[in-house]
C-alpha cells in the first residue's frame, strides 16, 4: 500500500521538473533509466529527458498499475502506534488505519520517524562522524552560478541591505555538520 498525502504521485517529476538535470546520459541506468525510456514511449521516442507533469505522471500511474499497489492518496500521517519498540500500525488523519509488518517512512518531511520515536539527523553530519570525506560542508574552488548573482537589495550596495535569506556569516569549516535542510 502506498499512502501519499498528495493528488498524485511522482514528487518534482510529475509537479513541474521535466527537464532533467545531466551532463553525460550514458551514466544514467537502471530504474531511472527505464523511467526516461518509458516517458518517451508517451511522446513516441526511445527516450524524453525533457517532458510535461503529465507525461511523468501517466508513467508513474502505469507502474502502480504493474505492481499492483493500492494507492490512497491526500493521506495525512496523524498516530504511529509503536508495541515493543516497533512500529506496527499508523493512523491517518481521515481515519485509515494501517496495520503492517514493515514501513517505509519516505517523504520529505520523515513525520512517521518522528512520530514513531525513531532517531534521525536533521541536516548535513560531519566527515568525522562517519569517518567520511564528501558530506559535511563543502566549499568548492569556484563560484556555483553560471552569471553573477548580487545579494543587496539595491545592486552593488552592500549599505542597502541583502535580499531576504542571504546568510551574511562566513562560511563554516569544511567539512563539519550543521542542522541546516537543503532550500
Not at 7 to 34: A, C, E, K, P
Not at 41 to 52: A, G, P, S, T, V
Not at 93 to 120: H, N, P, Q, W
Request: with cysteine; proline share 4%.
Amino acid at each position: 500500500m502506498l499512502l501519499h498525502p498528495g493528488l498524485f504521485i511522482g514528487g518534482m517529476t510529475s509537479s513541474g521538473l521535466g527537464l532533467t538535470d545531466f551532463g553525460n546520459t550514458h551514466v544514467i541506468g537502471g530504474r531511472s533509466r527505464q523511467f526516461y525510456r518509458d516517458v518517451g514511449k508517451h511522446y513516441r521516442r526511445d527516450e524524453e529527458w525533457l517532458f510535461e507533469p503529465h507525461g511523468a505522471s501517466k508513467v508513474f500511474d502505469q507502474y502502480l498499475q504493474l505492481s499492483g499497489v493500492q494507492l490512497e492518496l491526500r493521506q495525512f500521517v496523524g498516530r504511529a502506534v509503536v508495541e515493543h519498540r516497533r512500529l506496527r500500525e499508523i493512523v491517518m488523519l481521515s481515519g485509515l488505519r494501517v496495520r503492517a509488518k514493515c514501513f517505509i517512512d519516505a517523504t520529505y518531511e520523515g513525520d512517521l520517524m518522528a512520530l514513531s520515536g525513531v532517531t534521525y539527523t536533521v541536516g548535513r553530519e560531519p566527515n568525522s562522524a562517519y569517518a567520511e570525506t564528501i558530506n559535511g560542508v563543502q566549499v568548492r574552488d569556484k563560484h556555483q552560478f553560471s552569471s553573477h548573482v548580487d545579494p543587496y537589495v539595491e545592486p552593488g550596495k552592500p549599505a542597502s541591505g541583502v535580499l531576504p535569506f542571504i546568510n551574511e556569516s562566513d562560511t563554516a569549516p569544511e567539512g563539519s555538520g550543521d542542522h541546516r535542510i537543503q532550500g
